[in-house]
């Protein structure tokens, strides 16, 4: 039971780059996060997916979109990275009204 | 608009000493209010969890309080170790139609030296 896992740990992108991170969870859990996380900032919603099959924007969606693949994974794609996305991204998962379970977190610099 | 204020920012302690951390909140409806511990470079891992009708709940040597009338939530650590360094987030969930909205403090980063 590996809980919830992100890919990659590490990534540096240029100005204008896309790319995708990837996250998976084994708790058969309905509801998946994805979050930032910034300097001298609490974690800041990004989008969210209370079930498979359906997603919702978050506090901070501008710049990202996701993919519900299937009920494990959850992914989150910037189409075109700009230095204000440079930050930690977490992916969570949560239960029914349980606690949320985190990643071990992405950390994304764009130059 | 729904806040979660954290107090103090940082803290420094020696090895075997208690502290206390403080969370005030203004977020309405309220669902419950929960303590993560975030290691460095590690993603936040939940301590306490706490519904409106409780006033305590322990994890160990986390000692976690609610005071729903004045909104206001503390954690407290004993004879903390070194591995107690870390930052510690309060989140209090706002309850709504559309399931359950998070709302994090920026947390307080505590630092346990020998």
């Known amino acids: 039971n590996a809980g919830v896992t992100q890919t990659p740990k590490f990534q540096v992108l240029k100005t204008g780059q896309s790319m995708t991170l990837q996250c998976a969870q084994d708790?058969?859990?309905?509801?998946m996060y994805w979050y930032r996380q910034d300097p001298g900032m609490g974690l800041r919603l990004i989008y969210y997916?209370?079930?498979?099959?359906?997603?919702d924007k978050g506090e901070v969606p501008n710049g990202y979109n996701v993919s519900r693949l299937n009920k494990r994974e959850f992914s989150l794609r910037l189409e075109s990275a700009a230095p204000s996305q440079t930050s930690v991204y977490f992916c969570?998962?949560?239960?029914?009204?349980?606690?949320?379970?985190f990643g071990p977190g992405t950390r994304l610099t764009v130059t | 608009k729904n806040q979660v204020e954290q107090s103090p920012q940082s803290l420094i302690i020696l090895e075997g000493k208690n502290c206390t951390l403080q969370?005030?909140?203004?977020?309405?409806?309220?669902?419950?209010l929960r303590w993560y511990k975030q290691d460095t470079g590690r993603g936040p891992v939940s301590l306490t969890i706490?519904?409106?009708?409780?006033n305590t709940k322990s994890n160990g040597r986390y000692t976690a309080t609610l005071d729903a009338d004045t909104k206001q939530s503390s954690l407290h650590i004993t004879a903390s170790q070194l591995s107690d360094s870390a930052s510690y987030i309060c989140?209090?969930?706002?309850?709504?139609?559309?399931?359950?909205?998070?709302?994090f403090g920026k947390g307080t980063t505590l630092s346990v030296s020998s």
């Open positions: 969570a998962s949560k239960g029914g009204v349980g606690e949320q379970y």
């Open positions: 708790m058969n859990h309905n509801s």
């Open positions: 997916s209370a079930s498979e099959g359906t997603t």
């Open positions: 969370c005030n909140y203004t977020v309405s409806p309220f669902s419950n």
């Open positions: 706490m519904t409106f009708s409780e």
């Open positions: 989140v209090v969930s706002e309850a709504n139609q559309a399931g359950t909205a998070l709302i």
